[in-house]
């Protein structure tokens, strides 16, 4: 009569284990050591000194103030469109059986699934090909686009949870089409629609691959970033913006994972 | 009395309608459920069949184009001349590296995910359990680019790895393993262990909530049978855990392995100066201008991808998603 019922994990795996989780999160913590940091040539550890002037600095920079901009309402615009398109072809996909129906959810998964560079190239041959100039358009176009599985997951999973004889009941009871989808649909799907739409925000605020096919000159926040990887300018600007950058995307996520964990999906699963 | 009065007075068995615009469209949506599933689907599928595959369908059609090679300009005429270009050595020797880096990389991504899968899908409970859940979640919605960035600041000549490994008296390993031919350069962030080490860090999470929701459903009272008819603890991981995790491994090496092969921004920022395949696409569409090889050479990734689902979906991976 063995059970491990309330055993303890084996030591190597606890140790394996906590050096993996250690491995994933060190690495982000350490951007916010080098915020502060006073040096400004190079990356050197540990820092020479303390210091919160970089904020000041970061603060006053205008070309930083526009990437956040551009980079806010392409992410607000694309979780938009994304939010429309991904409901209706969840609340299509789990309504009814319908030939063809496979191919449908295939074809959402599809622009995240293939490497983003062939999303990107892809969508930039097609922008020369049609003669599109490059806009704030272009862009939205491409962040729609793989933005909308995000949110047909999370829309998708939480229709399966919601028992269609509700919809019947409020039908039974008088309300018309609209009114059912008002007071019964919403009320259930909203707070999968909102965790979605958040992580659609985040994804689209972050995205660099495809970005760059279909940015032309303006910069959003993560071009302004490869900009300064590439070729840095003023590291502690840089390493301040990266710190603002992993904090702005961790709210959206968090919060999403709040108004999802009682649930049986998990919302940030199949980024 | 009240019988007659019921007789008299049915009550209607189907309520009058809304009237107007509304009503009738509700009634409508009502009677003909397959025209409300039409009115749904249409706008994702065209904005997807429109925006999506009819650029991917653009791009693969002018991979059948070729560049002149003294005006620089594209001839729009049907031929394979491209992708007898993209078969010379030094593609091809592109094409290897990527698809061995992007193979090493899901095979160290395995070895490091399974461990913490393991342990959050059979010993983490409650409070515990939700810390290892986000503790996969957090570095997977992160940002892209600062985890780059910060492995910069880690891998950097001055940076914090050569500064412990001083404190640990083991910078001789290092010097060692970076003289060592192709694995080596000046600096780790130079070099193709460098590129290997970030590659694994980016893509990590992407091979743990798969893995741990294969292993969430293998049942405990399987190993404990295991270990009952005697096996050792490494039988029971070969004969009973591997082999039932196996479709979680495949499915989390789906996103590994495709999205290695397509990266161009980590080999760039870290890493040597030898191209990967994303650089290659990136640089033949932008500086060289030549966009039939750049389509050409997306069809690798893509072609390679083909072949790989197709066989992870033999092996069931697709439940495990």
């Not at chain 2, 983490?124 to 780059?148: C, E, H, Q, T």
């Not at chain 2, 069809?299 to 033999?314: H, Q, S």
């Given at each position: 009569m063995r059970?491990?019922r309330?055993?303890?994990a084996?030591?190597g ?15 982000i ?5 080098y915020?502060?940091t006073?040096e400004?040539k190079?990356?050197v550890?540990?820092?020479?000194g ?6 000041a ?15 806010v309402?392409?992410a607000a615009?694309s979780?938009a ?10 609340a299509a ?12 959810s295939?074809?959402?998964?599809l ?12 969508l930039?041959?097609?922008?020369s090909?049609?003669e ?26 939480r229709?399966?949870?919601t ?10 009871l008088?309300?018309?089409g609209?009114q059912?989808f008002?007071h019964?649909?919403l009320?259930?799907?909203a707070?999968?629609?909102?965790a979605?739409?958040m992580?659609a ?5 972050d995205e ?26 003023q ?9 603002v950058?992993?904090?702005v ?5 968090l919060l ?13 699963s199949g980024? | ?5 019921t007789?008299?007075?049915?009550a ?8 107007g ?9 009502w009677?003909?459920p397959?025209f ?5 689907l249409l706008?994702?599928?065209l904005w ?8 991917l369908?653009?791009l693969?059609l ?6 002149d090679?003294?005006s620089g ?5 049907f ?12 593609n ?13 990389v ?6 490091i995910?399974?461990?913490i899968?393991?342990y959050?899908?059979r010993y983490?409970?409650g409070?515990?359990k ?12 992160s ?6 960035y910060?492995?910069k ?5 001055e940076g914090?790895?050569t ?5 640990l008296h083991?910078l ?8 060592l ?6 600096s ?7 590129t290997?080490i ?5 893509w990590l999470p992407?091979?743990i909530?798969?893995?741990?929701a ?6 405990g ?15 029971t ?10 479709p979680g491994?495949v499915?989390?090496?789906i996103?590994t392995?495709?999205?290695?092969l397509?990266d161009?921004?980590i ?5 040597t ?15 060289a201008?030549?966009i ?5 050479f997306?069809v690798v ?5 083909g072949?790989?689902l197709?066989g992870?979906k033999?092996?069931?991976?697709f439940d495990?998603l």
């Amino acid at each position: 009569m063995r059970s491990d019922r309330g055993q303890s994990a084996p030591l190597g795996l606890k140790i394996a284990a906590t050096i993996g989780l250690l491995f994933l999160h060190l690495p982000i913590l350490l951007i916010f050591v080098y915020a502060f940091t006073t040096e400004e040539k190079s990356f050197v550890w540990p820092p020479p000194g303390l210091t919160t002037q970089w904020f000041a600095v970061t603060w006053n920079r205008p070309d930083v103030w526009q990437a956040l901009s551009l980079s806010v309402r392409v992410a607000a615009i694309s979780t938009a469109i994304a939010l429309v398109l991904g409901t209706l072809c969840a609340a299509a996909v789990s309504r009814t059986k319908f030939f063809g129906r496979e191919t449908i959810s295939l074809l959402v998964i599809l622009p995240i699934a293939l490497p983003g560079i062939i999303t990107g190239i892809a969508l930039r041959s097609a922008f020369s090909l049609a003669e599109i100039p490059f806009s704030f358009w272009t862009i939205v176009l491409g962040h729609a686009t793989f933005c909308v599985v995000v949110v047909y997951n999370n829309a998708v999973a939480r229709f399966r949870r919601t028992s269609g004889s509700m919809i019947e009941a409020s039908m039974d009871l008088g309300a018309d089409g609209f009114q059912t989808f008002r007071h019964v649909v919403l009320p259930n799907i909203a707070t999968a629609l909102l965790a979605g739409g958040m992580l659609a925000f985040a994804l689209s605020f972050d995205e660099v691959i495809v970005t760059t096919f279909t940015a032309g000159q303006q910069q959003t926040v993560p071009i302004w970033m490869l900009e300064e990887l590439i070729r840095p300018r003023q590291r502690p600007v840089t390493n301040v913006v990266a710190m603002v950058v992993v904090l702005v995307t961790l709210l959206p996520i968090l919060l999403a994972y709040y108004l999802t964990r009682d649930g049986d999906q998990i919302a940030g699963s199949g980024k | 009395m009240t019988l007659t009065a019921t007789q008299a007075n049915p009550a209607p068995a189907i309520l009058p309608g809304n009237g107007g615009m509304r009503g009738a469209l509700s009634d409508l949506f009502w009677r003909r459920p397959q025209f409300l599933l039409l009115l749904m689907l249409l706008p994702p599928v065209l904005w997807l069949g429109i925006v999506y595959i009819g650029s991917l369908f653009a791009l693969l059609l002018q991979s059948f184009f070729s560049i002149d090679e003294f005006s620089g300009l594209i001839n729009r005429q049907f031929t394979l001349k491209t992708y007898g270009d993209l078969l010379q050595a030094a593609n091809l020797d592109i094409i290897l590296r990527t698809v061995t880096m992007a193979a090493l990389v899901t095979l160290a991504s395995a070895i490091i995910a399974f461990p913490i899968a393991y342990y959050a899908a059979r010993y983490a409970r409650g409070r515990w359990k939700a810390l290892f859940y986000l503790g996969a979640m957090l570095p997977l919605w992160s940002s892209y680019l600062v985890k780059i960035y910060a492995w910069k600041l880690i891998l950097a000549k001055e940076g914090i790895l050569t500064w412990l490994l001083a404190k640990l008296h083991l910078l001789w390993l290092l010097d060692g393993w970076l003289s060592l031919p192709v694995v080596g350069g000046n600096s780790l962030s130079v070099s193709s262990t460098g590129t290997f080490i970030v590659f694994v860090y980016v893509w990590l999470p992407f091979m743990i909530l798969p893995v741990q929701a294969a292993l969430e459903r293998v049942p405990g009272n399987l190993v404990e049978a295991s270990s009952d008819l005697g096996a050792s603890p490494g039988q029971t991981f070969r004969n009973v855990l591997f082999p039932l995790a196996l479709p979680g491994i495949v499915a989390g090496s789906i996103f590994t392995f495709s999205l290695t092969l397509g990266d161009y921004i980590i080999p760039q920022i870290i890493g040597t100066s030898r191209l990967f395949i994303g650089q290659a696409v990136y640089s033949q569409q932008g500086t060289a201008g030549n966009i039939p090889l750049a389509a050409a050479f997306t069809v690798v990734p893509i072609v390679i991808m083909g072949f790989y689902l197709w066989g992870a979906k033999r092996m069931g991976a697709f439940d495990a998603l």
